[in-house]
């Protein structure tokens, strides 16, 4: 039996009729069984008697009275000497770059009082458009994280000896002296002043070699362009002119180089105009669900190791010669012959990228789009980027270095060569044939744990820098705060260590003097009209593009040669990098650990992904026997045998699994460590590249047992609903219901079926767009008309009057990233609650990203739904509260009073979008009682926010809730309020400009509008007119003021035919 | 209980009120004299100053109206020109006008009056004050109240009165009745017999609960609240010498107050703009003064500031104050060298410079001032000055009182929600004159065609939770 295609699910238990899943969608915070609340050792600490309660009402009587016969002393404590820029309780914004390796954004550092809180995007960066990533989001909380280096110091063995700058210098010094052999291993630097830096001592210490690699490697597409452009490069791709891309294995708008700048580029020919409906095409040949192959239209399934095999014959069909042919799935040769036509029609038009780390795909890429006429048009190497720099060989021969005693003196800057590559075991044991370690990282990582000395670089946010992502687009670093601890800009360090006359040792900010002279020599004279002053000012510096188009050299026998033959195993399994903590160079940030994975929204762990499949009747299938999500199974990798909780994936390519980078790290601090299982040393080495899939994997059949506190999002504050089927008397879901069984089917016609007869989402196809339309405009009508009854009458009055917020979410540009999810953390101090609390669906986050499945369950295609407060003007949570603590502002807020709450959670079971949360703990430690306050993971830990250091990025301007209140979003009352102030003092009426929320602006394709639906020339109110738009649950009268833009899609199902 | 002892209470009474509501109060009028007059007039009141001596003033001028002897300290110059004859002729006298204080209020006038001829006779200061006086101390508001609940517990004891009277009546009434009825043996009910009644004690105790309810419930409510709260400063800075005798505007320091969400305690820096010249205080001398400089490090004596003043030791740092000190003594004192008087009073300074400078936070005399802090708003509740000051063009006494007339700053409004709302009620938008308010259009059509006088705060929403918290 054959799915219907317009059906919506969440996973395989919304399909099918599962009476738990039922139970716990509806249950608004998770039942836990009495075994789990009395095997947990935390029971303990609650249980308590009469006695323990007469002690603590006495107490509290105690206290307050106490409380109230003394004022507390506070004192008001001005600047000695005020620095003329701040004015306390004023925002200052700067411009800075976030650079963290590879990924660099230029941001804009929100500083309040002289700290950073907040980064947003830079409109000013032509390539970004101010979009923003997670990681750069969360990167503020990493500038306070208090397991970071904090002085510079000597190891041996346990024992780290503290002590000056100026005597680390000159143990250092005397180790250089000698002539020795120093190597220096980083990941990418884009700096060109770190460069220089670099340069300087290379030239002082002659023996010295800069080794680069990337924890998630793109060697083999660098040195493609080597051989097919001459240079050593990532060329420039533009997603925003080909109508048709076809992405192998490349996670361009999660993981892949740049995801911010592609994700901009490619919203641009997604969003879809109802008058003329045009959009591009995007087919993504893999074999697990990457964010970006969610977001594709069509999807080809090829085994990880038949990668290879797929562009050859995509080569071949468009008449490549000399492509050697593979044996290839007969599903993916049609679709990819019939790809083959598409492509050649688009000539000049399309666009085909490859994200496997092997020399021959690299190449053969370059030649289907050479061969398309793509070079020069949506392929060129003007605009090259040095986001990737990393070359695995030099790894390889540097550990070889190492083992033959060959290395004295290893620099490691930011780079975790001990956790981070599949050679870390090698590294970590021949690391320690070198006499002198030297470590620049943050934190006392896996590698600077092993290190000798410690000279601790500043976080970005404290440093003078500068990059170049881009030829010609640079952007500078500027510090938003003075150092919080002792540590020294690592090229300042190199420059002290090569004497060189250029630092100004008795300067107060050498560095700051180097870098600028750096630019006034190099860089500033190439732009036209360009000071120093006015970059520092915009942050960036963008010269035009030069350059002349290189010469096309195919290289092809060399990649016959390089290409990767189909294994013919059973089961393959490819490794993938996390959207949030990446290859684990994030790991120890919260935020991004509890941002939930976009496609099986897990938390603080990774997951084997296993395929699933429906068996033509009633039941889903799983790969292993897996029944339950968390389930553990065996995964043999190359005769290492690990135990792992899987998850069941749709569009996981039967014969396949996956399972994500950068977890199990064992020296990450506080939150990274011992989370999840490290699977990098199970990555094997080809051709001199590192290989992110594995053709000899065996799995057991699941064990039944669910992995301890297994935390997964997507079913936590459900919008399904249950029914009641009339000819049995049962409860059933109705959703599931409507997709298996006929009797049904009349219900989910032109709807998603997740939640029947419920318009939670909307789909179709770009060909059937009119038709949609007018089906969505006729139900719109019926909903409108049954419910009209608006609950407040007097309303009306008001929100016509002054402003009406609202806001307008396009699913079509959203892609699922999670930035603003994580910005919204930022911006409203919304804390994390670790694993065992989101596994009882105690997550605090205000805007969550849903994501549904749609299409054919063997190929779904995927919808990622942003949802937070609809601020309903009938809102039904507003009329339970007993205390009037959430009500209704005249601008159409749905407001939240914290001190007015007393926890009765009636709101929260009586919101239809399930977006209020409720504090079970006092998370943020705001309070005093430690009963009340949470450890993220460990028991041992302290309260996360208990640590003052923790703290300094809270938000002035946002309440710090605590324990027993309810929370939700506010559309960012605060920034409404400061927006109406300014135009307030500035006597003009309120712009667009005046107020955008975070998720709104740390979107990196714009998918987010806020606005005042009064302001008739608004953005807001042109986009509200889009007749794609619909309103979630309009049918229950609610009257959301949240718009969604109906999702199209541009399926070809002649691809699959 | 007769009619004579009622009539005697009730003119006690009234007597009462009218003392509380007409009196001048001449402490009151202390704090004028000092903050308005004392510059120029001499505070004995019987030698002249820049300005004549006060003492005996409302006789000379007793000739003419008492509205003339207001005008007259209020605005003298109109007066000279105006031709008055006491003007003129007190004019050619002294050659130069007085500074015009046009806030002062005839009431203040009369206080300041009452405590000139106070001092002038010798009884201001001598005598016990007025109990009932010295209670309602300074505001018109607070006076007001006061007097107020004073008519309310008078016409309660009055009524208390009349009931016990009526009584009386009564018993003597319902004896005469007894006796009449030929129950010889009946007598008068005594007063210990109706106090001891089932009804009067139930209607006590109910009082008592209701009035110990009430009490608690309102204490309750203004836990945590500290009106009037005036703590001892790390200095003896006076807002009455700055903002009221030197005139200093208050966004002159408090600089945040137009654009920010806090006014901002000035920094050290910002009270040097003038301090780097005054070195000396016309009340504590060096001994306030020196404290700002041993924050920032300016050496008056050089006229500098100290270099890398931050990592001098606390010992360092008391060599050169002292001599700054010391050296002022013996100017002062005409002294060529520190006597023992000198040497004690050098340190005695120093000793307030240490106090107030140093606490358990902070052991270094260099740094930042550490003020305690006033007005404490609960963490929940976000207040934004610049939207009442700058938009809302509030004056700063409307909310902290008269600070320019207060030496020890106090907390001088309630700062409750409740005080916040009513205010929220009452106060109107300065509607037409923003070009924001634009987009209210309905009360712009409302306000044209006459439905609507003016637009409150609570119209545009400022009464709504998320205003203030959020």
């Known amino acids: ?1057 | 209980m007769n009619c004579k002892g009622l009539f005697l209470t009730i003119s006690v009474l009234f007597l009462n009120l009218a003392v509380l509501i007409a009196a001048p109060n001449p402490d009151a009028g202390k704090t004028i004299f000092k903050n308005n007059c004392a510059s120029c007039h001499n505070k004995n009141m019987k030698d002249d100053l820049t300005g004549p001596a006060l003492g005996g003033v409302e006789e000379r001028w007793a000739a003419y109206p008492k509205a003339d002897l207001y005008l007259w300290i209020k605005n003298s110059q109109s007066m000279v020109t105006k031709g008055h004859p006491m003007a003129t002729q007190l004019f050619s006298k002294w050659k130069s006008v007085m500074t015009p204080f046009p806030s002062l209020s005839d009431e203040d006038v009369d206080n300041v009056l009452a405590y000139i001829d106070g001092v002038a006779k010798g009884t201001y200061g001598a005598a016990p004050k007025d109990a009932t006086v010295a209670g309602t101390a300074t505001g018109g508001a607070q006076a007001k109240g006061a007097s107020g609940a004073w008519i309310y517990y008078g016409i309660f004891g009055l009524l208390a009165v009349l009931a016990l009277f009526l009584w009386n009546i009564m018993a003597d009434l319902s004896h005469s009745k007894a006796l009449a009825d030929g129950n010889t043996t009946a007598k008068k009910k005594t007063f210990w017999q109706l106090a001891s009644s089932k009804a009067v004690v139930t209607f006590v105790l109910f009082a008592l609960i209701l009035f110990g309810g009430y009490t608690t419930v309102n204490n309750a409510i203004a836990l945590g609240r500290s009106q009037n709260y005036s703590p001892e400063q790390p200095i003896k800075f006076s807002h009455a010498t700055h903002a009221g005798l030197n005139k200093i505007d208050c966004n002159y320091c408090h600089d945040g107050a137009r654009r920010s969400k806090q006014s901002v305690i000035p920094g050290t820096s910002t009270c040097m703009n003038c301090h780097k010249a005054i070195a000396k205080g016309s009340n504590y001398g060096t001994a306030e003064i020196t404290k700002i400089y041993a924050s920032i490090g300016f050496d008056p004596t050089t006229g500098k500031y100290i270099e890398n003043y931050d990592k001098l030791s606390n010992e360092e740092i008391e060599k050169i104050y002292k001599k700054w000190i010391g050296d002022s003594w013996m100017k002062d004192n005409s002294k060529s060298s520190l006597t023992e008087d000198g040497q004690h009073e050098v340190d005695h300074q120093w000793n307030g410079i240490v106090s107030s400078l140093t606490n358990e936070n902070k052991a270094s005399v260099s740094g930042p001032i550490e003020w305690i802090r006033l007005h404490n708003l609960p963490d929940h509740v976000y207040f934004n000055h610049s939207q009442h000051v700058t938009v809302g063009k509030l004056e700063c006494q409307q909310c902290h009182g008269k600070v320019e007339t207060m030496d020890v700053v106090k907390q001088y409004s309630p700062l409750s929600m409740g005080w916040c709302i009513n205010c929220h009620r009452e106060t109107d938008v300065k509607f037409k004159d923003n070009k924001y308010y634009e987009s209210y259009k309905t009360y712009h059509e409302e306000l044209k065609s006459g439905k609507k006088t003016s637009v409150k705060v609570s119209d545009i929403g400022g009464l709504e939770c998320q205003k203030c918290h959020y």
């Open chain 1, 1 to 1057: 039996m054959k799915l219907q295609d317009q059906s919506v699910w969440v996973d395989e238990k919304d399909l099918t009729q599962d009476p738990i899943f039922i139970e716990q969608a509806q249950a608004e915070v998770h039942p836990m069984s009495l075994e789990s609340v009395l095997e947990d050792e935390r029971s303990s600490q609650v249980e308590s008697n009469r006695r323990d309660f007469l002690k603590l009402l006495g107490f509290g009587l105690g206290a307050a009275t106490l409380a109230s016969c003394e004022v507390p002393i506070k004192r008001a404590i001005p600047y000695t000497v005020r620095p003329d820029e701040i004015v306390p309780g004023i925002a200052n914004y700067y411009a800075s770059t976030f650079i963290s390796g590879g990924d660099v954004l230029p941001v804009l550092v929100k500083t309040r009082e002289g700290r950073p809180i907040k980064i947003e995007g830079n409109s000013k960066a032509s390539w970004t458009g101010g979009g923003t990533s997670a990681r750069a989001q969360a990167s503020v909380l990493s500038l306070y994280d208090y397991n970071r280096v904090q002085e510079p110091a000597t190891v041996s063995g346990d024992k780290i000896e503290k002590l000056s700058w100026a005597d680390l210098d000159k143990s250092l010094m005397d180790s250089f002296a000698t002539g020795a052999k120093v190597r220096i291993l980083s990941h990418t630097i884009v700096s060109p002043t770190t460069k220089k830096a670099i340069a300087e001592f290379t030239a002082k210490y002659t023996n010295t070699k800069h080794i680069c690699y990337d924890p998630v490697s793109s060697a083999a597409l660098l040195d493609a362009a080597q051989k097919c452009f001459g240079e050593r490069v990532i060329p420039d791709y533009k997603f925003d002119q080909a109508e048709l891309i076809v992405s192998f294995n490349a996670d361009f708008l999660g993981t892949w180089i740049s995801p911010v700048e592609y994700a901009a580029q490619y919203a641009k020919n997604r969003t879809v105009h109802a008058e003329n409906p045009k959009m591009s095409r995007h087919v993504q040949v893999e074999s697990h669900m990457s964010l970006t192959g969610s977001n594709a239209d069509n999807r080809i399934l090829v085994k990880p190791s038949e990668q290879s095999a797929a562009i050859a014959h995509l080569a071949t069909a468009l008449g490549i010669s000399s492509v050697p042919s593979l044996s290839l799935n007969d599903k993916a040769k049609s679709a990819l012959s019939k790809l083959a036509d598409q492509l050649k029609a688009s000539a000049g038009k399309s666009l085909v990228v490859c994200g496997n780390n092997n020399l021959g795909d690299q190449i053969l890429c370059f030649n289907i789009n050479q061969a398309l006429g793509n070079i020069g048009k949506t392929v060129s190497t003007a605009r090259a980027s040095f986001q990737r720099q990393g070359s695995d060989s030099d790894l390889i021969g540097l550990v070889k270095e190492m083992q033959s005693n060959q290395v004295d003196v290893l620099i490691v800057w930011h780079a975790n060569p001990c956790f981070d590559t599949p050679l870390a075991k090698d590294f970590s044991t021949a690391m320690t044939s070198v006499k002198t370690r030297v470590s620049f990282n943050a934190l006392m990582d896996e590698t600077a744990s092993m290190c000798t000395h410690l000279a601790p670089d500043h976080h970005y946010l404290e440093s003078w820098s500068d990059a170049e992502a881009k030829r010609g687009l640079y952007s500078l670093v500027q510090p938003t705060i003075n150092p919080l601890f002792n540590t020294r800009q690592a090229p300042h360090s190199l420059l002290v260590w090569s004497a060189s006359p250029n630092i100004n040792g008795d300067s107060e900010q050498a560095y700051y003097d180097y870098l600028r002279a750096n630019w006034t020599q190099n860089i500033l004279p190439k732009a036209a009209g360009a000071s120093w002053d006015l970059c520092l000012h915009d942050g960036v510096c963008e010269l035009p593009a030069s350059g002349t188009a290189a010469s096309f050299n195919p290289s092809l026998t060399e990649a016959a040669a390089a290409l990767s033959k189909p294994a013919g195993t059973e089961l393959e399994l490819s490794f993938t990098e996390s959207v949030g903590i990446g290859a684990g160079q994030y790991s120890n940030n919260p935020w991004l650990m509890e941002l939930a994975d976009p496609i099986n929204r897990t938390v603080w762990g990774n997951y084997l992904a296993v395929p699933i499949k429906f068996d033509g009747d009633r039941r889903f299938i799983a790969f292993a026997e897996v029944n339950e999500n968390g389930e553990m199974v065996d995964l043999t990798l190359a005769g290492v045998k690990t135990t792992i909780g899987a998850v069941k994936q749709f569009g996981q390519m039967e014969g396949t699994v996956s399972i994500p980078l950068g977890y199990g790290r064992t020296k990450a601090g506080v939150c990274g460590s011992d989370i999840g299982t490290d699977f990098f040393p199970s990555l094997k080495i080809e051709n001199g590249y590192v290989q992110y899939y594995l053709t000899d994997v065996q799995v057991s059949n699941s064990s039944g047992k669910i992995e301890k506190n297994f935390a997964c999002v997507q079913h936590h504050h459900t919008l399904g609903v249950t029914a009641v089927e009339t000819s049995t008397g049962k409860t059933i879901n109705a959703d599931e219901a409507a997709l298996v069984d006929d009797a049904f089917k009349p219900l989910t016609k032109g709807y998603q079926g997740s939640l029947t007869k419920r318009s939670v989402l909307r789909q179709t196809n770009l060909k059937d767009i009119k038709e949609s339309l007018e089906h969505l405009q006729e139900e719109r009508k019926e909903f409108q008309k049954l419910n009209s009854y608006t609950l407040y009458p007097g309303h009306e009055y008001k929100y016509n009057s002054g402003h009406h917020w609202g806001m307008h979410i396009d699913l079509n540009a959203c892609i699922g990233c999670g930035s603003c999810a994580v910005a919204c953390m930022a911006e409203n101090n919304v804390p994390v609650v670790g694993k065992r609390e989101v596994s009882r669906h105690h997550e605090m986050t205000w805007l969550r990203i849903d994501r549904y499945f749609y299409g054919d369950v063997e190929k779904p295609n995927v919808v990622y739904q942003p949802m937070m407060c609809q601020h309903c003007n009938n809102a039904p949570c507003e009329n339970v509260c007993p205390v009037n603590a959430t009500n209704h502002s005249s601008e159409g807020l749905n407001q939240m009073a914290y001190n007015r709450c007393v926890g009765t959670r009636y709101c929260a079971n009586n919101c239809p979008y399930k977006v209020r949360r409720f504090n079970w703990y006092d998370f943020t430690a705001a309070d005093l009682f430690p009963i009340n306050q949470h450890n993220l993971n460990k028991e041992t830990d302290k309260p996360y926010y208990a640590e003052n250091l923790i703290r300094m990025v809270l938000n002035p301007d946002v309440t710090v809730r605590s324990r027993g209140v309810i929370e939700k979003c506010s559309f960012c009352i605060q920034r409404i309020q400061e927006g109406k102030l300014n135009a307030k003092k500035a006597e003009r009426s309120l712009n667009d400009s005046d107020v955008k929320t975070a998720c709104q602006t740390a979107c990196p394709t714009g998918a987010i509008t806020f606005g005042d639906m009064n302001n008739k020339e608004g953005v807001l109110t042109k986009k509200l007119e889009n007749p794609l738009n619909y309103i979630v649950l309009e049918e229950v009268n609610v009257q959301s003021v949240v718009n969604y833009t109906m999702k199209v899609n541009n399926r070809d199902e002649n691809l699959y035919a």
